[in-house]
């Protein structure tokens, strides 16, 4: 016998709950950035014109990006890429040398609070500015040239690995530690037998990652006058010459592709 | 590790014998790889400048005390500009960063040449700086935010799509093949079965993204591209140092702020 009426009453349909439950929440955030993007967009002040004017423009640039030019007649494209390349290198170990004592410095379970406050300090300042406003400075200190690019980098590349490698070392595990410290060991034979090899696998892929970053980067601080590629490549753009400009850029590319692909193999083979 | 047998003493050493050259035999190369670097950037430099960078920095550092707090006033605009390129510049790289993302994923990818498509956009997104992205789109779009914004998207969608797509390789499988048991199409699964496995995810990508971005869009100005770089570029390049001071104190404030907003946003997200 079958009585319709008590069985339970499922709904016929579903729908799918929303990302935000709270529905005043979502609502507010829906309609505040609607207001938000009107504004915006009112206040950039597209100047249409211009940018219709620009698009056969760009289909030019773009045309006359190829073929790159990779043998310009100055010889400077491979001269400034070797010069990006040095400059990584010696500003990524100079950088990684100075993170090591401050990264040390900012993990909470190994230093007191006053190092704590001040390393915490140095990293908070080199990350809020970019590396090429480091540049200016530099430049303006040690004058034009790689060795100015060099010191942006260096300090820029504290912000980014004492801060990771402080951050590794707080989650480190707190038992391999006290194992080497009941031994006996003393503070660096602590560090270097308890604290390094569980922080290194990481630290290894970083410090491939931040070579990267930086190689990258020396790009950009040439356009300041840091030096590297970045100047040959301003250069470049400021003399028309767009194939040696997309020849810079595809050369970049290559290289960041090659160096993304090893630190994969790198941290693979150190784990 | 090894233990070697000394008379009656057991010795604990981390590393064979041959272990230990050839480990050494690394760091020889490291060091002359690194001594090489520095040799060829030292030619370069010209040390009577390095050695007078104190003096210069003692110079230009009592040149920028105090800040000239009145010009603050002025950077309002500026900082709303600053504001607005890395927000719209991070929305147009989230609109275009998630299907690439899909594309590039392994396990949603439509076909494999797609997918080497898919990650060559996200590679070379990445490799080419903003500042040179703007620097280019100057030349075609003409000076001001627009560039900027674009520069930024353009720069974004690389960093999004990467994290986005590794996470889409990462999702469980079991809920997708449960949505497709009841007869959902391939859109179906993936509006039902993935995107609400990677929504947290693209939010979270979507806002540390935008916190970079405020950090990236105060420097456009220096190639034209709006923004308070261009303020910035205007007073080095003036001498006006008390200016300076304020600007870069208007932008610590800035990117405190955004990593504040950017923490709190993802700590209700995640």
Redesign the interface.
Known sequence: MINNTSTTTYPDYWK?PP?IKRSWLRWTIIIGSIL??IA??L?????IQ??L???P??QR?IESFFPPNFSDNRGVVWEGI??SV??A??ST?AGIALSIPIGLGAARNLAPLWIYMTCRFIIAASR???E??LA??AV????F???AG?IALSLGTIGFFAKLLAEDIENSSPAQAEAVKATGANWFQWINYAIQPQVMPRMIGLSVYRLDINF??S??VG??GG?GIGAT??TA?SRYEFDTAAAI?FV??AI??VL?YASGHLRKWVQ | MVVIKNQNELIWRKRTTQQQWINWFFWLIGIS??L???K???D???WF??QD?PR??AD?GSRMVPPKWSYALELFKPV??TI?IA??GTVIAMIIAVPVAFCAARNTTPHSSVRIVALFII??S????S??WA??LV????P???AG?VAIGLRSIGFCAKLIYESIEEIDSNQVEAVKATGASNLQQM??GII?QV?PTI?GVGIYRWDINI??S??LG??GAGGIGLQ?NGS?NTLAWTQVSTI?LV??AT??VSEWVSAKVRGAII
């Open positions: 799918k990302f938000y993007l915006a967009l206040s950039m002040d597209i100047n211009r940018v004017e620009g698009i423009r760009g640039f070797l010069e040095w400059m290198i010696i170990v809020t500015f970019p090429i406003i200016i400075f303006k200190l040690f004058g040239g790689p060795f060099f990258r980067e790009a950009v356009i300041v030096g490549l301003n753009f850029l970049i590319i960041v592709m993304e | 790889i690194v090489l670097a520095w060829i950037i030292s370069k430099t010209i400048f390095v960078a210069q920095a230009i709303w500009d607005n927000t719209l590679v070379a990445r490799s080419v700086n500042l040179i620097l280019m030349f075609i779009l003409g001001g935010v627009l914004t509006i039902y609400p929504l939010a950090r990236e105060t420097i220096l190639v910035l080095i870069l932008i610590l990117v405190f």
